[in-house]
């Protein structure tokens, strides 16, 4: 970029946006947009009530963190057998990987449900908020995750 262009008040095209398909961007942006809402509603739980949310709390949302990270992993093209012929176990080990991601995930938020009502709501002495968080946490990173997987168009990567 020139001193003119700079000077022009003009915005230089986004790499991102240039193309006319967008989908994989916006998919992309809403999914970390996602997940980072749900690391900070926790990080926010954790900085205003520190004497009601226990450290133990933080495993939900670590191992949905990894669910995110094992279901994006694995290609649809990889589970469906078309660009996947290597490795030890081939699709099928594609297939358990992402299964295994989604069990997680799935795991992480009913365990955070549990803990929402089990330690959180109608007791005593305790604010119902930190609960609350560590359930919106673990459904914006699953919400994320689906976005992430499932938003994006894998054609173009080919």
Sequence with gaps: MNCMEACSGVAPNCVWFAADDKRN???SLVAGLLFSVGWWTIIDAA???PGDLPNASHVCGVFATLSLLMVNTVSNAQVRGDAY???CIGPRG???WLFLGFV???ASLIAACWILFANYVNVEGKHDWPGVAIFLQNAFIFAGSLVFKFGRAEDAWS
């Design 94 to 96: 594609a297939r358990l």
């Design 47 to 49: 900085s205003v009530y």
């Design 85 to 87: 012929s290597g490795g």
């Design 104 to 106: 997680m995930g799935f």
């Design 25 to 27: 961007a916006i998919a």
